[in-house]
């Protein structure tokens, strides 16, 4: 059990299926999907012409121009949604709390497009002559440093880069955080952009399924069989302590009892499907979390169209 009580006072989701958690809840009850064909780049020289990418997004929604311009998709996806946490959270940010005020997020990728396009300029014109301007969001950690620069937050600045899990971790570090007293209130999130160069290299690799569609994907059309289609998104929560925010006044949308990361043995490229791994994982979260099994009402699960995944999940 952690040492403090720890929870959730805000929440800003921006992905395919809506901007705005009000937006995304009213997707999700329709059961609708955000799967759909790809109009910003040309994929027909690949196995698949399907993402889940998010429209109508538009920075300057969000913040003044003067912030956003210099910044890669995935960073303004990234102080976007966390406007939207701290904005649900009803936070107020001062000087007297910006210290202990932290951020953690995780990337699997980084800003693949701003990265491409950096190299492109190097190797087109060399080092004395490449966009410097495009430099800073070629490294993983440029959307949490955009996202504590925009709000002033002087608190633990950390990314981490765990494929698929990197903001599980992002999340359990957001923890460990709270939990030893390093901070008071820990934006955490995960964020990911969707770009011509990412959907490359992932052609190039096998990764994707294989599958041309010209209308929206509906979930009961999703095939099975290798590969994934690929998406983009951004989610923020804010994670405080539970004394602070019933100091303040403000509901929370629940706390955090518990947080366990396991891995199995596996091959490359490939993923645990006894199960066995999750199972331990969940009998040590629940431990931690003094529950027993019968008082789970819900278990998520997230399913992604690999068929490795989806049987252990099963």
């Not at 800003?12 to 790809?38: C, D, Q, R, S, V």
Request: charged letters at 20%; aromatic letters at 6%.
């Amino acid at each position: 059990m952690a040492r403090v009580s720890i929870t959730v006072t805000g929440l800003g989701i921006l992905n395919a299926l809506g901007i705005g958690k009000a937006t995304f809840w009213h997707e999700l009850l329709k059961a609708n999907t955000g799967i759909k064909p790809i109009r910003d780049f040309d994929t027909s020289k690949y196995v698949s012409n399907l993402g889940a990418q998010i429209d109508n997004f538009n920075a300057k929604d969000f913040m003044e121009p003067r912030f956003y311009r210099r910044l890669s998709r995935q960073s303004r996806l990234a102080v976007a949604v966390s406007i939207e946490a701290i904005k649900d959270s009803k936070l107020e940010i001062t000087d007297l709390n910006r210290n202990r005020i932290g951020v953690v997020f995780g990337t699997a990728f980084g800003s693949t497009e701003q990265t491409d396009s950096f190299f492109v300029s190097l190797l087109d014109h060399g080092p004395q002559a490449a966009e410097p301007i495009l430099f800073p969001d070629t490294v993983p950690n440029a959307p949490a440093s955009h996202v504590a620069m925009y709000h002033g937050l002087q608190g633990p600045n950390s990314t981490f880069c765990q494929n698929h899990l990197s903001g599980e971790c992002a999340l359990a570090y957001g923890l460990t955080l709270l939990e030893q007293d390093q901070a008071d209130v820990v934006l955490v999130g995960g964020v990911d952009e969707l770009s011509s160069i990412l959907y490359h290299s992932l052609d190039a690799v096998h990764a994707l399924k294989h599958l041309h569609q010209e209308e929206t994907l509906q979930p009961s059309q999703f095939p099975r069989g290798k590969g994934f289609i690929p998406g983009e998104g951004a989610t923020c929560l804010v994670l405080e302590k539970a004394d602070l925010a019933k100091k303040r006044g403000k509901k929370s949308y629940g706390a955090l009892m518990s947080l366990t990361l396991t891995s199995g043995v596996v091959t490359q490229a490939h993923y645990e499907v006894s199960g066995r791994a999750m199972a331990e994982g969940m009998r040590a979260a629940l431990e931690e979390a003094k529950l027993e099994v019968e008082e789970v009402g819900i278990i998520g699960l997230a399913a992604n169209g690999i068929d490795e995944l989806e049987r252990a999940e099963a």
